[in-house]
């Protein structure tokens, strides 16, 4: 979703992984930093997030979510199908159980 439709798709059905930078320029991560400063980075930014009005960042996530939120409900019966439509096709073989 943070990467377009179209780019989003091309990455999921080819298996391209991208690298840290193509990542930040497609604007899929906002920052990137060696491993060893990770956790101080997410305390900083969790510790600024606190200090903001709890019910402004509450309900500011939320709002945020609601679009995501809808799109999954929309989509999961669908994805169900699929996934349970794909187990099916393996399950025999899988399990060992040709007589399926």
Same mark, same amino acid.
């Given at each position: 979703?943070?990467?377009? !439709? *179209?780019? $989003?798709?091309?990455?999921?059905?080819?298996? #391209?992984?991208?690298?840290? =930078?193509? +990542? !930040? *320029?497609? $604007?899929?991560?906002?920052?990137?930093?060696? #491993?060893?400063?990770?956790? =101080?980075? +997410?305390?900083?930014? $969790?510790?600024?997030?606190?200090?903001?009005?709890?019910?402004?960042?509450?309900?500011?996530?939320?709002?945020?979510?609601?679009?995501?939120?809808?799109?999954?409900?929309?989509?999961?019966?669908?994805?169900?199908?699929?996934?349970?439509?794909?187990?099916?096709?393996?399950?025999?073989?899988?399990?060992?159980?040709?007589?399926?």
């Amino acid at each position: 979703m943070l990467m377009g !439709l *179209n780019r $989003g798709r091309y990455f999921l059905m080819t298996g #391209q992984e991208l690298s840290a =930078d193509e +990542a !930040l *320029n497609l $604007g899929v991560v906002n920052e990137i930093h060696p #491993q060893t400063n990770l956790l =101080d980075r +997410a305390w900083e930014i $969790g510790r600024g997030i606190r200090k903001r009005p709890e019910l402004t960042v509450r309900l500011t996530r939320e709002a945020m979510l609601q679009p995501i939120k809808r799109a999954m409900l929309e989509a999961l019966p669908y994805g169900l199908a699929l996934e349970g439509l794909a187990a099916c096709d393996h399950w025999p073989t899988e399990f060992g159980n040709d007589e399926l």
